[in-house]
């Protein structure tokens, strides 16, 4: 732990931007989720091919798929956050999917009956109804994006992961430490945080 003491200034920077990493990655990938979630939870056909195809791509391995993208997109943080971007699917379509078909017919068809649009049922009933399923994705895939970005310094795109491989290097156990126990300690704080958000959520919803 004493690395972690005396470079704390190098840790927290090392920090910011994994936190960074982490947050512009989940953004994107749920601005992509949110659509084909709703495609998934509409047309059963294509989200079975939808989600099909997203298993495949989360069950390749973290540093098989940085190797490919690499050799396309080459290194640095925008290889990376395609990466992430792309395991990241798979968790936010399916919550998203699974929370859009929990809501329940008698609400949508109160909403019918008032005249709104399928776009206004969308955005006013059916998404803050789900809103409980889809904040537990956002959470897992949070906690989940901490820890694959960590192997993103191996593509030079820095983060905490950056001190537990220059840690290996060197032969520094206090590096590795230092390294792991700051992602460790920010998918925890991540994961506290966003338990909170979901049972407001879930609290809101059954009021």
Not at 80 to 95: D, E, G, H, S, W
Not at 176 to 188: D, E, H, N, Q, R
């Amino acid at each position: 732990m004493s690395y972690l003491i005396d470079q704390w200034p190098t840790v927290a920077a090392r920090l910011g931007e994994h936190i960074v990493l982490t947050v512009v990655s989940l953004a994107i990938a749920f601005a992509i989720a949110l659509p084909l979630g709703v495609v998934v939870a509409r047309r059963p056909r294509w989200g079975s091919i939808t989600l099909g195809i997203l298993s495949v791509i989360y069950t390749i391995p973290s540093l098989a798929l940085l190797a490919v993208l690499v050799a396309v997109f080459g290194l640095g943080t925008p290889t990376a956050i395609v990466a992430l971007v792309a395991y990241a699917q798979m968790i936010l379509v399916r919550n998203i999917a699974a929370g859009l078909r929990g809501v329940s017919p008698t609400a949508l068809d109160a909403a019918t009956g008032l005249g709104l649009t399928a776009r206004q049922r969308l955005f006013r009933v059916e998404l803050p109804l789900a809103l409980p399923a889809i904040m537990g994705g956002v959470r897992i895939a949070t906690v989940a994006l901490i820890g694959i970005a960590t192997l993103a310094a191996w593509i030079d795109a820095g983060g905490l992961g950056a001190i537990i491989f220059e840690g290996l290097r060197v032969n520094d156990p206090q590096r590795i430490i230092a390294g792991s126990v700051a992602a460790i300690a920010l998918a925890l704080v991540a994961d506290v945080l966003l338990r909170l958000v979901e049972r407001a959520a879930r609290a809101r919803t059954a009021a």
